[in-house]
């Protein structure tokens, strides 16, 4: 009796596009907007804004981008239903003009021009992820659900990087989904895990709905069902290549009597229940046998319980995949583990027995995993959730979307705090690369200006601090912010989920290691040209008013 | 052109219930150990979960139950499409017996008895949020959605009633859909924002979906895309009565004239763009007029064109709002905004003016809003974004799901750390009150044992600690876990969220002051009776074995 498919939208097409994501996705405040420069014949002119962040999250000093797949569908699909029409009218004073719900009915993007970076990319405070161009109401309607889009993805995608880089090349599991943000918060959180390094996920809607690989066995509540070895009505398991089927339940009993010995613990001690359930697991999955061996005492029950069902299953020409931790002292628990491994692997010649599978999975954070590297351990994969999908350290990238400029005219947002100032003016973005292809510098230009050429001397200034300067000489310059929707179309293919995990990898790699570490980065440099230099200052001393102390 | 509505479902169908909470929206590992119980004949074994957390959020001393609508809206609709099936399958291995999809296929929560607390009241560590009783697979199945569903949800609806404690009686507003993880984590955000205690959300979508109150009115960018005050082409408002249109641009310009000299500013430092983002506000939203005064400087130029401007909007017999403050320092900024305002009210006698609302929106956490309390200010209203939708503080709520007992045995789940081990049994829960409506204690029992009585001293225990225990008379008897779904059917009206909103405030008063305050709270206490106690501890030295030393 399945659900009846007629009528009901699959999940996958349900979550093409996530159903939510749509125009009033967005605060009051942008439809307020609207009718204000509906209201003072403003709609068309010619807006210039730039979707950044400040501060790099993690006390890292870099960010990766992501969330520009969802942003492009967003415009390409932006248009106001009946229904958002109607709610629009009931919020808005009654004093509204009718006309005004018309031309909103009639809105689309298409005459928004959206450049970006390349989704995937490092990329640094103040230079502008998105640079979206195009008539002012539509360009201000589409602020707030691009930055819902890229805020989370971004900050997930680089905290997973962040783990991928501590963890090196053992094995990140994203185990987060009952502690996200809701249903979809989880979801996002599995997709952009998955880009930023992970290895997969154990949210099997996000494996369905994104092809990411899920992992997962079993859970103290599997263990604690059974009491002892008398409830096992399944006991029989057939050899690996086919035969006749032996009681594994007596194969499993007499490997534990002939190695607990080795644990010197008193068979009395071990944990029956525990025997019964990885027994009963083992014959569900002889090809993937991995059990959680912490729920009573992982040294006088776990482990022995394990051990015994991997030898038995090795009897019949299966190989066992291991053990997961989930509490306790991760790093001494799975020296001791492998140390038995390793024990059993010399005295049954059992030599894949010293390689098992150790997993850890207990609110684990980067930190915790820095400090497992340096206290040493035998953890070979980590199931992550709590940190990795809330983004403990930093739940929240800053990034903004400002507006620099107005039918050509630059435009600038002054606050009292100066990291709050906005870089006026439409601009382009280049990232200045050293010999070794590693990348040296970011550089804004007002987009009128030449892009910098290879091989000549390029003058590169702090935005606000008037003595810090450099000249750069490239030996490579890359133009980062490509257009993607244009006339409204697509204008170049949008990378998939496998492509931008690669760009990941490859676009960290151009980063000196010092920036990329966890302690104490070295900041990557962001400059201005001379020329957006003298332009910013000239225009922040026009729109300052001079101050007087009293 | 509206996007055609057949065949695309509208937004309020496609979120009655949110179109991801499904049931693969889970972690595999439920899906490997439903094969594993099926294969070990365990399926139909009746098993009793508790759904708690063991530490209250944010160094509070309270919770808020939140998330028990869409848990019973899940467990309603829970069973596999066919389309699920064929994933399950990709996912398992091949040796999985080909009948268990089968089962799977035909599986619901029919045999499941969903208990718990109301939604919207107070919950305290280890008393069960949900208790949940049935057949072992489909109880298992349930856990990681059901637990994504109250994590969040109990967590921003506690954090929202802290800011309400916290802000007392001045309104708060939630803005944060730019900063939420992802679309759904927004929505999340606003629902249950609004039930701990928001007046309202920026959130359109929200708004529209839960029927909140929606507020805002425009962001920097409207001051920044006008430069003077030629750019104004509409020039003209009727008088609020009706009547003739006035140049209401000349009518601003002269009060700006005749007011600047109380600030203390020469005119020339005044920046028109804003003057003329303002005025056009203003006769948009001539009856809703609350401006953004901190794009250039609050004191100098936004208090001085936000005054002239709500000054002629006076002439014509409209009522002007308020200003909002986004940046700088809110304590003094509003104090001089208020000053500023009585200032105008008394020389130009318009009563009103004294009492302009004045919003704060600047990063404002729960500390902040505590701090500009002590200070002093004169703020009537907060929009609160980052720190309210990601719960900085304390980004998850550790809710886990354990099993207590299996076809009428306990279990329960030990751990090196104690703080982990499970109250086991299928148990009730009583809150015992003292005089005044005040809660005392909240007691955990097993369930055969008779409840509390009115009158009747009982015996209250700590779990862990032999010598903490104390004799309680209750005046009144709370019995916490009520029957809501049963035999496939809901067994009670779920409340609509109004009432969740209404039962949050009342909830809280029944807590002592002291446990609720934010600073340094008292604990209150979580006890379990004299025979649970006992049957714990036996039942933890049944399955402990005994350490060795070495």
Known sequence: MYRSSNGSVTPEKRLGQNCIVQPLLTDLYQITMAYAYWKSGKTQEHAVFDLFFRKNPFNGEFTIFAGLEECVKFVDKFSYSKSDIDYIRQVLPSNVEEEFYGYLGNLTAKGVSLYAMQEGSVVFPRIPMLRVEGPLIVVQLLETTLLNLVNYASLITTNASRFRMAA?????????LR???GPDGALSASKYSYI???DGTSNVLAGKLFNIPVKGTHAHSYVTSFNSLDELTTKNLAPSKGGKPVDFVDLAVSWRKKIVSIFNVMLSEVNNGEFAAFISFAIAFPNSYLALVDTYDVKKSGLINFSAVALALGDLGYEPVGIRLDSGDLAYLSLVAREV????SKDFKRPSFAKLMIMASNDINEETILSLNEQGHEIDSFGIGTHLVTCQKQPALGGVY?????????????????????????????????DNNLALIDLLQISSEDPPEVGKKVLCR????????????????????????????ICQPLPNMQEIKERVVNSLKILRPDIRRALNPTPYKVAVSDNLYHYLHNLWLENAPIGELS
Do not use: C
């Open 196 to 198: 930023g390094g992970f």
């Open 402 to 434: 400002k507006m620099v400029e107005i039918n050509g005219q630059a435009r600038i947002k002054l606050s009292h705090d100066v990291d709050k100032v906005t870089i006026p003016g439409k601009k382009d973005a280049y990232r200045l690369y050293g």
């Open 179 to 181: 502690r996200a943000q």
């Open 168 to 176: 090196n090349k053992l094995n990140l599991f994203e185990f987060g």
């Open 462 to 489: 702090h935005p606000f601090q008037e003595s810090k300067r450099a000249f750069v000489t490239p030996s490579k310059v890359e133009n980062l912010l490509q257009l993607y929707w244009k006339d409204g179309k």
């Open 341 to 344: 491994f390793t024990q059993i």
